[in-house]
């Protein structure tokens, strides 16, 4: 039975088991708002922050990262219980059962987590080495998109929420969150980097001092234009955008055609260099 994800959270002084407050209130069913419901229930029955919850934030990719609380399990089952409904019963019950589980195993702190990372890493490095499978660069970055997919993004996620928990104050996560750039781990080769960088500028979609962020280079003054390649031109727009540049357009040299060469007609040059002669002799 997993009603609602537990997580271990430092409140205080030590790790606690906690759920977030926003899952509780959807599974819970409540009629009112989520924010107008948790700022009620925190005046009416006195939950106090950094003992009965603590509140971060979280970036849901779509706009100003949201407001999320981490309730102790003890005020997720008052919370539950409160509500009077079978919904209620059932959620208190799973927390209680949730405390039985958590004296069972055991609580991993922030550090812990972060060495475990470091742990995880080299060993996903070691099969790699000792299983060349993948012959190909492809195959080699779809391994290890894979592992940040189902093995890093887990422990990122919950150290992102830990630094935006323990270590920004409230009026600070209003402005900052914690968040790994994970991008670095699937750069491929320096031809391929470039492919893709050309294509991203050509194309307008990312400029310059964009480019250079990602390679860890200092932005420089212009390089935040955006810019395209404008040399496929439609045919017709030919003189248009020579115009335009200011430039000329000179008309291709006339082809002799290969009636006139059947019918003897001396080309152009020929006849004025006659002409030429014939004045001469005079």
């Known amino acids: 039975m997993n009603l609602i994800a537990i997580h271990s959270r430092p409140i205080g002084d030590q790790p606690i088991q906690t759920a977030n407050a926003r899952e509780l209130h959807a599974f819970l069913?409540?009629?009112?708002?989520?924010?107008s419901w948790i700022t009620n229930r925190i005046?009416?029955?006195g939950f106090i922050a950094n003992i009965d919850y603590v509140t971060f934030h979280q970036n849901g990719g779509k706009g100003r990262p949201t407001i999320e609380y981490a309730v102790t399990?003890?005020?997720?089952?008052?919370?539950?219980?409160?509500?009077?409904?079978e919904k209620g019963k059932e959620a208190r019950r799973y927390f209680i059962e949730c405390e039985k589980r958590a004296k069972e195993q055991p609580v991993y702190s922030v550090a812990s987590a972060s060495k475990l990372v470091g742990e995880?890493?080299?060993?996903?490095?070691?099969k790699r080495l000792l299983n060349p499978s993948p012959s190909s660069q492809v195959a080699m970055?779809?391994?290890?998109?894979?592992?940040?997919?189902?093995?890093?993004?887990?422990?990122?996620?919950?150290?992102?929420?830990?630094?935006?928990?323990?270590?920004?104050t409230a009026l600070e996560r209003d402005k900052f969150y914690?968040?790994?750039?994970?991008?670095?781990?699937l750069r491929a080769d320096?031809?391929?980097?470039?492919?893709?960088?050309?294509?991203?500028?050509?194309?307008?979609?990312?400029?310059?001092?964009?480019?250079?962020?990602?390679?860890?280079?200092?932005?420089f003054q212009g390089g935040d234009v955006f810019t395209v390649q404008s040399n496929m031109i439609p045919l017709d727009q030919l003189g248009k955008?020579?115009?335009?540049?200011?430039?000329?357009?000179?008309?291709?040299?006339?082809?002799?055609?290969?009636?006139?060469?059947?019918?003897?007609?001396?080309?152009a040059s020929e006849a004025a260099a006659g002409r030429m002669d014939l004045s001469a002799v005079r």
């Open 43 to 45: 005046e009416q029955f």
């Open 178 to 185: 914690a968040e790994f750039n994970v991008e670095g781990l």
């Open 141 to 168: 970055l779809a391994h290890i998109a894979e592992f940040l997919t189902y093995t890093l993004r887990f422990w990122l996620e919950n150290i992102e929420q830990e630094i935006g928990g323990a270590l920004l």
């Open 73 to 85: 399990l003890d005020m997720a089952k008052e919370l539950s219980m409160v509500e009077r409904t």
């Open 29 to 35: 069913e409540v009629g009112k708002d989520f924010s």
């Open 190 to 219: 320096s031809a391929a980097r470039a492919q893709y960088y050309t294509s991203a500028l050509q194309n307008g979609w990312q400029n310059r001092n964009d480019v250079r962020k990602k390679e860890n280079l200092p932005p």
């Open 241 to 267: 955008a020579a115009a335009r540049r200011g430039g000329e357009i000179h008309p291709l040299p006339r082809l002799e055609r290969d009636s006139d060469n059947r019918r003897g007609a001396q080309p």
């Open 120 to 126: 995880l890493a080299i060993l996903e490095c070691y």
